[in-house]
């Protein structure tokens, strides 16, 4: 009793506060709207999140480009070595993987390298890993000039290639991210670049490679989450005097991928890990399905029809709501005619809500075994 008159105290504070009255319906019709006390903490958290210790951070759902944590995501920062990764999809749709360049004189600059002397002739492909596993700068100029004929060339396309993103924040001035004043992107612009990185099949490959040996080179990714965690699939570390420790990782959740991004942190992998598991703390996959006990069927005179739902997708849910997901039908009933029943094409659908808005409308089908 303590435990609801607690959760019931809450939800009054919440309706006078600056966050709005969550609207919860469902889960247990003895007691549909309160919270208890583990979905109270749950809804606090993520509703106020820690401050994570970087100048940035980021929590992106990639499969709805959703963004879960946003910690000054939309700052202009250097964003150091990421910028590799616009580097790698501008290469790919100027060269071919197996096609053989040149390096150039201009090749060498910065400290970062794969290793590459002026006038070796190399596989795109190999300087793709390069670029990505050893953040070679030398590979990033080889790559613009390849493509292009020339570096500013290619980073015109490479500004190109961010508004056809969207990213409204992102400026380039250089294909290998060594500080630049005014060469600068987001947190939330990095996400999308590392989300487009990992769509591409290639370039998904090469960032969760720990490495690999090739045309005589032996390369080995600098993202150490790689060798640490067995979920992780990616995707670039970065490192500049302005920018600080960087770092975009990729993670296997339930076949999902969620995408952390930090910038300006003192320890980029400790910084990482606390983002991930607040995801974990405060998130959940969750599968819409008719539940267990709740009809499935209709019937007209003596015939019985099944019904299922087409599909049953999973959707991220914070926690605190997961209890108080409801459901409401919309069936299609057989009609009388003369004799005999007229059965609809389809017998209808199911609107799934999550505090008070329509979260997913799927379709229910017939089941095989009793399709009319």
């Not at 995408?259 to 910084?271: C, F, P, S």
């Not at 999973?314 to 004799?339: F, S, T």
Request: hydrophobic residues 45%; proline residues 6%; contains cysteine.
């Amino acid at each position: 009793m303590k435990q609801q008159f607690w959760g019931l105290w809450l939800i009054i504070v919440l309706l006078g506060s600056a966050w709005g009255a969550p609207i919860i319906e469902g889960g247990d019709p003895e007691q549909p709207w309160l919270l208890s006390r583990e979905e109270a903490r749950l809804l606090v958290a993520q509703r106020h999140p820690p401050v994570f210790p970087a100048r940035a951070a980021l929590i992106f759902d990639m499969e709805d480009s959703r963004v879960l944590l946003d910690q000054n995501g939309r700052e202009p920062l250097p964003p150091a070595s990421l910028t590799k990764l616009m580097t790698a999809l501008v290469a790919r749709e100027h060269l071919h993987l197996k096609q053989t360049v040149t390096v150039p004189q201009a090749a060498s600059v910065g400290e970062s390298s794969m290793g590459l002397q002026p006038g070796q002739h190399v596989h795109v492909e190999t300087l793709l890993y390069g670029l990505l596993l050893n953040s070679g700068n030398d590979a990033a100029i080889t790559l613009a000039i390849a493509a292009a004929g020339d570096e500013k060339v290619f980073v015109h396309w490479m500004n190109k290639k961010a508004q056809e993103l969207g990213l409204q924040h992102t400026h380039f001035l250089n294909p290998h991210g060594l500080d630049a004043a005014g060469h600068v992107s987001t947190a939330r612009d990095l996400a999308r670049i590392a989300q487009a990185v990992l769509q591409d099949p290639v370039l998904a490959q090469i960032v969760r490679t720990k490495e690999i040996h090739l045309d005589g080179w032996h390369l080995v990714n600098r993202n150490a989450l790689l060798r640490e965690r067995d979920n992780v699939i990616g995707v670039k570390t970065g490192t500049t005097l302005l920018a600080g420790q960087c770092l975009i990782a990729a993670f296997q959740d339930q076949g999902h991928t969620i995408i952390t991004v930090v910038l300006g942190a003192r320890d980029r992998y400790a910084t990482t890990l606390a983002l991930w598991n607040y995801y974990k703390d405060v998130y959940t996959w969750q599968r819409l399905d008719i539940p267990n006990g709740h009809i499935r069927e209709l019937q007209a005179g003596t015939m019985m029809k099944r019904f299922q739902l087409k599909h049953t997708p999973q959707v991220l849910l914070p926690r605190w709501q997961a209890r108080h997901l409801i459901y409401r039908w919309q069936i299609n009933e057989p009609v009388k005619m003369g004799d005999g029943w007229h059965w609809p094409s389809t017998p209808g659908q199911v609107h799934f809500y999550v505090d008070g808005d329509l979260l997913k409308q799927i379709p229910l089908v017939w089941d095989t075994a009793s399709s009319p």
